[in-house]
């Protein structure tokens, strides 16, 4: 609204000069204080490196493998340059052999049993670094630390060392504590034992993980809430329910859906321990891809198993994805 600008009043009094109020800013982002195209796509600019480097580092190879899973790839067609497409010939002998589906259930509960044993013990320790003194717990930290930075294959060697029929340190331990029958005895003989030895591994390996990350989490928690807490009679447990486990939540969800892809995709610890065996009962379907295709030289059945082996992850995650996001809507 505009008002006199010059001159007096009547009654003799100086007139207001006129109040310029900024115009507010345009539709059309040109306005003042309105980010700029160029600001607006700032962000975009950023990522495009990172998505360019996913795209030629797994989307290509993705993308071969599936063309791959298409075809009667095998030695001949190698030497000779052939390419035969089969269609899905490959998915049909997979999905209609019995091999293939035992391998998923194993695989299943492979990565459900060492998923929990993670997240059970990772959290353990995780809320046991946020109770010790500062001495404790850097000298903690820093074991953790060297036991996540150590290389599969290294770590792998390790427990082959630990666990060795004639001179490993476990059955030398076990035969000096009483059980003398364990002196001699091979833990890769059976289904069981190999998969209790890799188990044990994994688990070690990704302990450090969730520990270090929970510890970080439980700093975020108002100190407050604890002495609310404790004021209106809550013990450690009831405390632990009511303040801890509600900021925790979030980021348990979200470790326990990096666990399962890592455990699930698990590799090197089982093939470098013991290839499979005995008798293939220890294959998890990374592992029964790797021995159709490279070691049988069935190229395209082993890129037809890897894929359906994603499709197998990607149904998990959705599933635990959803089932996440219900529990959300419902605290809501």
């Known amino acids: 609204m505009s008002v006199q600008t010059e001159g007096t009043d009547t009654a003799g009094e100086p007139a207001v000069r006129k109040a310029r109020v900024p115009a507010p800013p345009r539709g059309d982002g040109r306005g003042p204080g309105a980010p700029s195209r160029r600001h607006a796509a700032a962000p975009y600019l950023l990522l495009l490196p990172a998505l360019l480097a996913t795209a030629v580092l797994l989307g290509w190879p993705l993308v071969k493998n599936g063309m791959l899973s298409f075809q009667n790839l095998n030695p001949r067609q190698l030497i000779q340059h052939l390419t035969e497409w089969n269609g899905v010939d490959n998915y049909q002998e997979v999905l209609s052999g019995d091999d293939f589906w035992r391998v998923v259930g194993r695989s299943v509960v492979f990565t459900a049993a060492n998923v929990v044993l993670i997240m059970v013990l990772g959290t353990l320790v995780g809320l046991l670094l946020a109770r010790l003194g500062?001495?404790?717990?850097?000298?903690?930290?820093?074991?953790?630390?060297?036991?996540?930075?150590?290389?599969?294959?290294?770590?792998?060697?390790?427990?082959?060392?630990?666990?060795?029929?004639?001179?490993?340190?476990?059955?030398?331990v076990l035969d000096k504590l009483g059980w003398h029958s364990m002196a001699d005895h091979n833990w890769l003989q059976t289904q069981f034992s190999t998969f209790a030895v890799v188990t044990l591994l994994i688990v070690w390996q990704s302990i450090p993980f969730v520990a270090i990350n929970l510890y970080a989490a439980t700093t975020?928690?108002?100190?407050?809430?604890?002495?609310?807490?404790?004021?209106?009679?809550?013990?450690?447990?009831?405390g632990f329910t009511s303040v801890t486990l509600p900021f925790l939540r979030p980021f348990l969800y979200a470790t326990t859906f990096l666990e399962v892809i890592w455990v699930f995709k698990s590799f090197a610890q089982i093939f470098a321990m013991n290839q499979g065996g005995p008798d293939h009962l220890t294959e998890t379907l990374p592992i029964y891809a790797y021995v159709e295709g490279?070691?049988?030289?069935?190229?395209?059945?082993?890129?037809?198993?890897?894929?359906?082996?994603?499709?197998?992850?990607?149904?998990?995650?959705?599933?635990?994805?959803?089932?996440v996001l219900k529990q959300e809507e419902d605290e809501l």
């Not at 975020?220 to 009831?238: C, F, M």
């Open 294 to 323: 490279v070691g049988n030289q069935h190229f395209g059945v082993g890129a037809a198993i890897s894929f359906l082996t994603i499709l197998v992850l990607l149904a998990i995650t959705s599933y635990y994805l959803r089932m």
């Open 134 to 172: 500062k001495k404790m717990r850097l000298l903690l930290m820093v074991g953790l630390v060297l036991a996540w930075a150590m290389p599969v294959i290294a770590a792998t060697t390790v427990y082959q060392w630990l666990f060795a029929q004639r001179f490993g340190v476990v059955n030398w």
């Open 220 to 238: 975020t928690i108002p100190k407050e809430l604890y002495e609310a807490a404790s004021l209106d009679g809550a013990g450690a447990w009831k």
